[in-house]
């Protein structure tokens, strides 16, 4: 039992280094703190602990994140270490994970875990209410609010002249300046004009602000003629059908014309037809009548000198001749067809008229407003 309990620890102790080695923290944590000899003279390290202070001791060493209100509150160990209340929940959980596995012992989430300081490594066994009810942090707390308020993370720094504020303002170069570069690269000897920041926006926000009421009135400006050619484009489609549905009644109107005047036309060609079908009837009826009188006295003529009837001779003789002194005129074909063909040849030529006229007919006009 004895030996069971050795090699549980052992491999405890084992699981532990293994995740204080992935977490970093084998080692105390090195607050990174540096306090250099005071210099009255020079205000960087002034600059620099403060910015060094922030990121210690306002931040959390384990995920260096800002101290909150919320899952940052800061959270301190009765070794007097603060660190966030999640980072210190995410240690309640990777133990109890760790310990739950370690052993068949533990069916669910052990109620009470060991954690240690990554800092100190001192070791505080509670369960997770407990870690909640660790006492908050009120000093780091202060300072993050009073951070907040004075608008610290605002601040910005030279990129050439690391830590140094931009406190200053060379006129020339329209550039923010650092206290260095006022001594070094923005020399006034050199023709550098060199301001405080407060005195730069005391000269330059009068002038931003004119422009910015030029630009607001340019911008409202802009803003009534967005809003009119909006208005426009939204009445084109509105103008497009109006448009579309005066050209088709124009165009509907034009071919009723055209139907009417076709219909007249074909009446008018059925009339002439029917006319020229009566004039060829009463000339064909007139031919077979002439054909048929013809025919009978030539018949009675040939019998007469066939049986050599003198008296029948010189009287159908009489009656042939008479047929043939009657004055009935019979046209051909030909010339009633030759007339059907020129009165059509004229509406052919007045066809070319109308399509030339159609083809240019209408047009779409628009008028500025």
């Not at 001791?57 to 800061?74: A, G, S």
């Not at 009765?78 to 309640?92: E, I, S, V, Y």
Request: some cysteine; aromatic content about 6%; glycine content about 2%.
């Amino acid at each position: 039992m004895t030996t069971e309990k050795e090699e549980e620890e052992k491999r405890l102790e084992e699981k532990m280094k293994e995740l204080e080695n992935d977490s970093g923290f084998n080692q105390p944590m090195d607050t990174g703190v540096v306090i250099p000899t005071p210099d009255k003279n020079n205000k960087k390290n002034l600059v620099f602990d403060e910015e060094r202070f922030e990121d210690t001791f306002l931040k959390c060493l384990i995920c260096r994140e800002t101290f909150d209100e919320d899952e940052k509150m800061p959270k301190m160990l009765p070794c007097h270490h603060t660190f966030c209340l999640d980072c210190l929940k995410q240690m309640f959980r990777v133990e109890g994970e760790f310990r739950r596995n370690l052993t068949s012992a533990f069916r669910s989430m052990p109620v009470a875990v060991k954690i240690s300081c990554p800092t100190c490594r001192e070791g505080l066994i509670a369960s997770e209410a407990e870690i909640l009810r660790l006492p908050n942090d009120h000093t780091v707390r202060e300072l993050v609010a009073f951070v907040r308020c004075t608008g610290k993370p605002d601040v910005a720094y030279c990129k050439k002249h690391q830590m140094q504020p931009l406190n200053f303002f060379c006129e020339p170069c329209i550039t923010p300046v650092c206290r260095d570069c006022t001594v070094i690269d923005h020399k006034e000897k050199n023709g550098h004009i060199v301001m405080n920041v407060e005195e730069a926006l005391h000269k330059y926000v009068p002038v931003l602000d004119e422009t910015l009421t030029e630009m607001e009135s340019e911008e409202k400006t802009l803003h009534d003629k967005r809003m009119a050619l909006e208005k426009a484009s939204d009445n084109l489609e509105q103008i497009q059908k109006e448009l579309g549905v005066q050209i088709r009644q124009t165009f509907d109107r034009i071919r009723d014309a055209i139907d009417e005047r076709e219909r007249e036309l074909y009446t008018a060609a059925e009339h002439e037809i029917d006319k020229k079908r009566q004039e060829i009837s009463d000339q064909l009826e007139l031919a077979l009548n002439r054909e048929e009188t013809f025919k009978s006295e030539r018949m009675k003529l040939n019998t007469a000198k066939e049986t050599k009837n003198i008296a029948a001779m010189f009287s159908n003789h009489q009656s042939a001749r008479e047929a043939l002194m009657e004055k009935v005129t019979v046209h051909g074909p030909s010339r009633a067809i030759r007339d059907f063909a020129v009165s059509f040849q004229f509406n052919s030529r007045q066809e070319n008229n109308i399509r030339h006229y159609i083809s240019n007919f209408g047009d779409v006009t628009f008028k500025n407003a």
